[in-house]
DNA sequence: GAGAAGGTTTACGTTTACGTAAAGTAGGCT
DNA sequence: AGCCTACTTTACGTAAACGTAAACCTTCTC
């Protein structure tokens, strides 16, 4: 048997709290095993966690985030899924690399700002 | 004079609805000029709609997207605020750069299953 | 001058992602 | 036994970001 976690531990390590923790498996997005009525959370578990922390800081909904969980999760028996599951991967990284454009202008903005601060900021500093 | 727009001209050119870009007034997110009661929107209030456009992809509230638009806005003219204001650009930076390596993972968790699906496709292709 | 087209305010409705409170259970400590 | 702590379900509340409907101006066109 490996590792196994309490609700508690998962949330204190994803600082969410458990509230939220039973919210995602009521959006079935995760399925931890009981134990009586207490949940058990395998690594297995964990790691869907991290993946859906991951989503929600890239902006996805948990819709979103239960389809690209599924993604991983495909059996590849039929040509026609695996055809419709490669479009599917295809579009999600459209966006991802459209996002990924965003994030690059928004950075040079932000840097372009920061550096007329600093310069701004040396050059009251100097006629002082 | 420069250019003008009326709601329905940019509703239309950023894909959301005249309710939406009234809503982000509301929010104080754009400041349209008036011709009697009517909306007349600069080529400014466009920019600033681009980049309300691109904070939701980013998957910004819109008061993230306000704070964010206040950073163009700010006047150079206290040392204090210059030096709070560079603190905001550098934390906003770090966000920005852990957003972009959650989606180059998640890219290249999508290349390697794109890879692993075509190659299977492609084996049962040569199979028949 | 009647209506159609496009704009306006006001205001209630809806979905998402939880917060929060209530009330019960189950095991461990002393 | 009695209490504490952690967990459970149930269920109502809430903030954000609009949707949608109602009722009212203008202005243009025929």
Known sequence: MGETYGIADLAKEFGVTTR????????????????GQRRIYSPRDRVRLRLIMRGKRLGLTLDEIAELMDLYDVD???????????????DRKTVLEGQKK???ETLAEMTRLERQCTQLLSQKQTKK
Do not use: H, N
């Open 76 to 90: 590849p028996s039929e040509v026609t899924q695996l055809k419709q599951f490669i479009d599917v991967i295809r």
């Open 20 to 35: 939220t923790v039973r919210f995602y498996e009521d959006k079935g997005l995760i399925a931890p095993a009981r134990e």
């Open 102 to 104: 965003d994030i690059e």
